[in-house]
């Protein structure tokens, strides 16, 4: 059976849970090699590349705090020395706080650096060490996941919408500045159904009966979506939304 990822090398961070596990695993049942990055989600990522070669797959776990760069710059190397190369990289590792919108002096220094030093430092870490890689493959391209919270400004806190309208913008500047070599797009989920809404499944099925699909999203539908940008050959810049209509 074809394997349209066959042969190739994606780079996944926080590819162990949620959104980023679901990529991992699409991508390597695809014939890809994925390199599972996380930075404290270690049992999560270990157990999702030993499901990964079970099936008979590609995949090592990486240990990488993405805000820290010289972190980044190793575990590219890691990839490259194990794989001999990057032909993907996606993008997916983020964090955020729960805070009322309406108390701006909840908002502490500390916060807005948390959140965008992963966020959206991180993701330019990753791609500007990973940008020698990509350009030296054919049909190489970056995926970044953003949110509808960059585009309503709503979500978990003030912070993290601003930083995924960050992660948006990046996505653009990036497409052209490393146009024509690699593709950078962006999926911006709404809600999704992971960890984060234990104990909130209440709320989640409220959410549901609002939205014109009648269902958030899993982490395989945004799965299948970043795989269609990661093989789109005419795309690069594009923002494209995994909301089930949450936004219309």
Known sequence: MHKEFQGKTAIITGGGTGIGRA???????????????????????????????????????????????????????????????????????????????????????????AI???NV????????????YLKAKAGSAIVNVGSIAGETGLGSSIP????????????????RALAPSVRVNCVAPGAVETRWWKGREEKMQTLCTHLPLERIATPEDVAEV????LKAEAMTGQIIKVECGQTL
């Open 23 to 113: 990529i991992s695993i699409m991508l390597a049942k695809q014939g890809a090699a994925v390199a599972v990055i996380y930075s404290q989600s270690e049992l999560e990522a270990l157990e999702t590349t030993e499901s990964i070669i079970r099936d008979g797959g590609q995949a090592i776990a990486i240990k990488a705090d993405v805000a820290d760069e010289s972190a980044v710059k190793a575990m590219i190397n890691t990839v490259v020395e194990k794989f001999n190369g990057i032909d993907y990289l996606v993008n997916n590792a983020g964090t955020t706080r729960q805070l009322q919108f309406e108390d701006l002096e909840a908002i502490s220094d500390d916060i807005w650096d």
């Open 160 to 175: 993290y919408a601003v930083s995924k309208s960050a992660v948006h913008g990046l996505t653009k500047s990036l497409a």
């Open 121 to 132: 430092k991180g993701t330019f870490h990753c791609c500007r060490h990973a940008a020698p």
């Open 116 to 118: 965008i030093d992963v």
């Open 226 to 229: 970043t795989l269609m940008l």
